[in-house]
């Protein structure tokens, strides 16, 4: 089985470079985008904001339903952990479309 990593051995021709030159350069390609790519993270905060709160607001649920178990109660958790889930599957189709958009124009 050692002949399949065979010839992929540094060649005397290949450059090193280091990492705040390979920065430097990706920071250049994507400064024509840095709205966009602004935007992305503002959108995957809120993401992340909104998937995190799922549990929390389930969690919540539970033990208001537990206390006084009223249909109105129900109705207003499963509402808001349905709003959350929307606002999570939302924000993760803007934030990949609009990496993938990025990227393509890099």
């Known amino acids: 089985m050692g002949f399949i990593l065979d010839g992929l051995d540094t060649e005397s021709y290949d ?14 390609y994507f400064k024509p985008h840095g709205g966009k ?30 206390e006084d178990p009223v249909v109105s109660r129900m109705i207003v958790s499963t509402g808001i952990v349905l709003l959350l889930g929307v606002i ?16 393509g124009d890099v």
Not at 15 to 28: M, N, Q, T, W
Not at 88 to 103: D, E, K, M, P, Y
């Open 37 to 66: 790519v602004a935007l992305v993270a503002f959108v995957l905060a809120i993401n992340s904001a909104a998937g995190s709160g799922v549990p929390i607001a389930i969690s919540a649920a539970i033990d208001l339903v537990s």
């Open 15 to 28: 450059r090193e470079y280091k990492d705040r030159e390979l920065l430097r350069r990706i920071v250049a």
């Open 88 to 103: 999570a599957w939302g924000t993760n189709f803007v934030r990949q479309w609009l990496s993938a958009r990025v990227i």
